[in-house]
């Protein structure tokens, strides 16, 4: 974890770097997962000083007049959404959610349903924190080129570990390998109970490790009011680009949220 002027210079460096780089970045697919080491610091299963109290976990809701599948939500509310692809050394994920918590923020991990078969706790580390859970298939392999059958199986076992876990599928669904599902897979997901598949329109590209002001520099060069951002559990570039990636987003008064908070009015 960096210490706090280590922050503050990585927070400089990414001030530093032009705008254009982030916007470069977007990618088409998501990462491979790969599991990094996690910071010694990490607080395992500490949900810190602004854990919620329990509830019921949220079902998919249907948004009234957004597309079927949602890469952002309103651009005139100063919320955005930060997202993040739930797979890797558990540590790592706890590291993640503890420094959101640190800062009042709230997230949504789309899980693999693997992980959650090897880690059926962090499910309920994720609710209790106030974070939303959904989705991200059962093998997180490249959904749009499967055919029917088995991409349906693929939501759908996903959706059967989330349901025994925490009594609800999930709150999105976001397709694997890919930022943009096809039309059959959007009628797959809508079959198996999700009204709309989650996009993004900022790719942090934290899964090529590139370092924590890199990953710094892209969000904030990309990022916008009612943005929906791409992170990944397990990768320690993810972690120490955390606290200043919050610290930024507060300075421009962008509040990170839920993606059910970023679209409801």
Known sequence: ???????????????????????????AACGPGRPATAPSAAPPGSAGPAKAAKAAPAAPRRFAGQPVEIGHGPRDRPRVALTFHGNGDPATARAVLA???????????????????????????????GHELGNHTQRHLAINTMPEAEAY???????????????????????????????????????????HVLSYDVDSLDFTSPGAAAVIRTVTGTIRSGSVVSLHFGYADTVDAMPPLLEELARRNLRAVTTTELLTP
């Open 99 to 129: 420094e959101a918590e640190r800062a009042g923020a709230r997230v949504t991990v789309l899980a693999i349903g693997s992980w959650l078969d090897a880690h059926p706790e962090l499910a309920r580390r994720i609710l209790d924190g």
């Open 1 to 27: 974890m960096l210490s706090q002027p280590g922050r503050r210079a990585v927070l400089r460096a990414a001030a530093l770097a032009t705008a254009g780089a982030g916007a470069a970045a977007l990618s």
């Open 153 to 195: 199986a693929e939501i759908t076992g996903c959706a059967q570990r989330l349901r025994r876990l925490t009594g609800s599928i999930g709150t999105w669904f976001r397709p694997s390998q890919t930022q943009y599902a096809t039309p059959l897979v959007q009628k797959l997901a809508q079959r198996a109970g999700y009204p």
